[in-house]
Nanobody, 123 residues
Framework: QVQLLESGGGLVQPGGSLRISCAASGDTFSSYSMGWFRQAPGKEREFVAAVSKNGGLTREADSVKGRFTISRDNAKNTMSLQMDSLKPEDTAVYYC????????????????WGQGTQVTVSS
C-alpha cells in the first residue's frame, strides 16, 4: 500500500501560477504510475495529468495541455503539478493517485488516493 498526501493548494488570481505536490509513503514509490485528478462542486472527478513510473511518459487533459506540467522525483517520493495561466474554471479539489499501470488516464485504474487539496482561481 501507498499513502498519499497533497499540499500546496490555495487561492490564486486568474493568470497566476501555483505548484501543488504529493508526498508518498509506504510502498516503493517507483512501483506506481501517478496521476492528478480534480473535482469541482457538482461535477464528476476528472483526469488532469499522469506520469509513468520512471517519469519518462506524461499525459495531460486537453483542457490543461500547455498550461500544466506534471513531474515526479522518485528519490524524494514526490510528485508535483506546476499550474500556469490559471483560469477560474481550474477551481477544484485536486487529488493525487497511484496506479500499477504503466500510465493511466482513467480514474478506475487508480488504487490509492490522497485526501485532496483545494485550488481556487479567483480575483
Amino acid at each position: 500500500q501507498v499513502q498519499l498526501l497533497e499540499s500546496g493548494g490555495g487561492l490564486v488570481q486568474p493568470g497566476g501560477s501555483l505548484r501543488i505536490s504529493c508526498a508518498a509513503s509506504g510502498d516503493t514509490f517507483s512501483s506506481y504510475s501517478m496521476g492528478w485528478f480534480r473535482q469541482a462542486p457538482g461535477k464528476e472527478r476528472e483526469f488532469v495529468a499522469a506520469v509513468s513510473k520512471n517519469g519518462g511518459l506524461t499525459r495531460e487533459a486537453d483542457s490543461v495541455k500547455g498550461r500544466f506540467t506534471i513531474s515526479r522525483d522518485n528519490a524524494k517520493n514526490t510528485m508535483s503539478l506546476q499550474m500556469d495561466s490559471l483560469k477560474p474554471e481550474d477551481t477544484a479539489v485536486y487529488y493525487c493517485a497511484a496506479a500499477t499501470w504503466v500510465i493511466a488516464t482513467d480514474l478506475k485504474a487508480y488504487n490509492y488516493w490522497g485526501q485532496g487539496t483545494q485550488v481556487t482561481v479567483s480575483s
